[in-house]
């Protein structure tokens, strides 16, 4: 399965935080980067993680990344530290180096496979709920002994935007 990333960087500074909730509120996911070498990053990163959890209609997944490992002598947060707030806020955790390329792609993959397996959880779990009901707007008569024209196709969307018009159901909504 293929997945698609649309990446919107806000930078995380202070003054695009008025700005961010735009980028977020129908995201998918979030990869929230701190410095390892700054505590102040980190408690920032806390504040980011909450105004996105505050702004989100849906619960989303969430990436916590300690960046500029290649700095660990120099680190000031520790990474068992960093492990457990992920843990308590059920993110992922990575770190990497975007000086050294680091990491990264291990991020990405992790992130876009994760989104694929919930997905697949959603479509699952849609199939069985509608499987023996009629599509929205139709006769309740369908009959229920037949497959169900509700459900066609194998695409993946990841949007939310348009998470009516574009999911893998026939209906229209």
Not at 12 to 34: H, K, L, S
Not at 45 to 64: F, G, P
Not at 88 to 108: D, K, V
Request: with cysteine; proline share 3%; net charge neutral.
């Amino acid at each position: 399965m293929n997945v698609k990333l649309q990446i919107w960087d806000t930078a995380g500074q202070e003054r695009f935080r008025a700005m961010a909730p735009i980028y977020y509120r129908n995201a998918n996911a979030a990869i929230v980067v701190y410095d390892i070498t700054s505590k102040d990053s980190f408690e920032a990163v806390k504040r980011w993680i909450k105004e996105l959890k505050r702004n989100v209609e849906e619960a989303i997944a969430i990436c916590l990344v300690g960046n500029k490992c290649d700095l660990a002598p120099h680190r000031a947060v520790p990474v068992d530290e960093a492990q457990r707030y992920a843990q308590s806020i059920n993110a992922h955790f990575y770190e990497c180096s975007a000086l050294g390329n680091q990491g990264i792609e291990e991020i990405f993959q992790g992130l876009a496979a994760h989104l694929a397996k919930e997905e697949e959880k959603r479509r699952s779990e849609m199939s069985s709920a509608t499987q023996n009901q009629a599509c929205p707007g139709r006769s309740s008569t369908t009959s229920t002994t037949e497959p169900s024209s509700c459900h066609s196709g194998s695409r993946i969307h990841l949007d939310r935007l348009n998470s009516c018009e574009t999911s893998s159901s026939s209906c229209s909504c």
